[in-house]
């Protein structure tokens, strides 16, 4: 039970309210005072009864105006807040007294140290953190603030240092202790990045692996090009990211960005939305290249685009301008146009699939983004990456990455590629159950076999079953590019004749 009273401050009017609960056997718990005019009350709960007879005798005690009940105590609000703003910081962070001992400690710092509460409690600091003397910089005549590199074993931090004054009764100020908080490096690295410039260009693209950085090198000469770009990858590979990041290391990083999904445009409304639409000689509807005009249009999956689609865009490519739906008018727009494709375009064009003047119009320059599975030095830099991004933006502590899931990482198949981690670190993180470590069974990751695909852990059959399955799985994807019997069964070391025989079987034909 919370009282909040309204009153003039004078002398002794605690005690005349203290005299009050006294009669009704209450015993304070707590007390708060302000000096806006209000005390503060807490108390166990009474009954309905007693309280409706205790207010009108508080309100009956010299100074006060008027008595309510509250749902918190000053001081109760001001404790929760400090500990919901110490457990949602990324940083590790503590407070420690005048002998360096440590008196608050947040849930980052103890995933730091790998200890629990308990355990670091009223113990001196410079037990975990070397590199640095919190008794001695305590002890020193004129305490002032600091910042300094130290480390918690082979990890190295940057280490800031408050020190915490009290006011005494002669407006002096009392040494209390200090806060210290600590930085890692990358994420020191990134605050300087984001204050030195707002042109990410390729500071968000993460490489480790060989592969990747030739990839960056590659991507980042393209950049500086006006010509039409090709990315190609599988999906969930960072295509978007890279024509982003193309965008904004180029000359035309001051104007739009325009991303279309054009497996999400229905045949019926990709011409209008890209082009935009005349009636009657009145624009309707401006379309997405004048929208992105001097910027960039990125063109994601250019394989789902419709025929119709196709020619206008290879018009524009060529010319430099096309026609509103429904317009006689020729307009010109001044874009560069980067697509991407998880499809092979080139085995699309022999298919009669998709147009061949466009591809080599599209393909002027190109890059190809490596899967996960061809970047494994890159996992765990990359899940550490999205550990700090999402538990920085669901107000969640950071948590260690467990033995056994980086094993887990490092082995998975990763058909999904950096949005399938990304989003199974997300998942993670969103339903995080207070434990200290990622684990292989918060991440939720469905079953996998590279070229077999998902598979449940009940699986039913044989081995002669699931063997069959790969081998027609096999099969399917190599027929396209070897098109006849005799090229892939050189392909695969066996005779024509078996190949000939195992296509049937799996009802496997060449496409028209």
């Not at 008595?67 to 407070?95: C, G, I, N, W």
């Not at 045949?267 to 890209?274: I, K, P, V």
């Amino acid at each position: 039970m919370r009282l909040e009273v309204s009153c003039q401050d004078r002398v002794g009017l605690a005690k005349d309210i203290l005299v009050v609960l006294e009669k009704y056997g209450i015993n304070l718990i707590a007390i708060d005072a302000s000096n806006l005019g209000f005390l503060y009350l807490q108390f166990a709960e009474i009954s309905f009864e007693t309280l409706s007879a205790l207010m009108p005798q508080i309100r009956k005690v010299e100074s006060v105006y008027d008595v309510r009940t509250v749902a918190f105590m000053p001081s109760e609000q001001e404790h929760y807040a400090l500990k919901t703003l110490l457990r949602t910081l990324p940083d590790s962070v503590f407070s420690i007294d005048v002998k360096g001992r440590i008196r608050i400690v947040n849930e980052s710092a103890l995933m730091t140290l790998g200890m629990a509460e308990h355990e670091v409690m009223d113990e001196s600091l410079n037990h975990w953190v070397q590199g640095f003397s919190f008794g001695r910089w305590l002890s020193e005549p004129q305490v002032l603030a600091q910042a300094t590199r130290v480390n918690i074993g082979p990890n190295e931090y940057l280490a800031e240092m408050l020190p915490i004054y009290l006011p005494d009764e002669n407006d002096k100020s009392i040494l209390a202790g200090a806060v210290v908080s600590l930085k890692s490096p990358a994420r020191v690295g990134k605050q300087f990045n984001a204050l030195q410039s707002q042109t990410k260009g390729f500071e968000n693209v993460l490489a480790i692996s060989d592969k990747m950085k030739e990839v960056l090198k590659q991507a980042r000469r393209m950049a500086q090009l006006d010509a039409p770009l090709l990315i190609t990858g599988e999906t969930g590979t960072g295509k978007e990211l890279m024509a982003r990041a193309c965008h904004d290391a180029s000359m035309r990083r001051e104007h739009p960005f325009v991303a279309i999904n054009c497996a999400a445009l229905p045949d019926s409304a990709a011409e209008e939305e890209l082009f935009g639409f005349v009636r009657d000689g009145v624009i309707v509807k401006r379309g997405l290249f004048e929208e992105a005009k001097g910027g960039t249009v990125f063109l994601d999956e250019i394989a789902e685009m419709s025929k119709a689609a196709q020619v206008k865009l290879l018009r524009l490519l060529t010319e430099g301008s096309f026609r509103r739906i429904g317009g006689d008018d020729e307009v010109r727009v001044d874009v560069r146009i980067i697509c991407s494709s998880q499809k092979n375009l080139a085995e699309l064009c022999q298919l009669g699939e998709f147009r061949e003047d466009l591809y080599y119009r599209i393909h002027v320059l190109s890059f190809h983004m490596p899967s996960l599975r061809e970047r494994r030095v890159d996992i765990i830099p990359l899940t550490e990456m999205f550990l700090e991004h999402y538990s920085q933006q669901l107000s969640s502590p950071m948590r260690r990455i467990s033995a056994q899931c980086r094993d887990h990482l490092l082995t998975y198949a990763w058909p999904g590629n950096v949005r399938q981690l990304k989003n199974a670190v997300f998942r993670a993180v969103s339903m995080w159950d207070g434990s200290t470590e990622l684990t292989v069974e918060q991440l939720k990751l469905p079953s996998y076999a590279e070229g077999f695909g998902y598979f449940d852990h009940q699986f039913d059959g044989s081995l002669d079953d699931a063997m069959k399955q790969f081998e027609a799985s096999l099969l399917r994807r190599l027929y396209p590019a070897y098109p006849s019997t005799r090229q892939l069964a050189k392909k695969l070391g066996v005779s024509h004749t078996a190949i000939a025989n195992k296509l049937r079987e799996y009802k496997i034909s060449k496409k028209r």
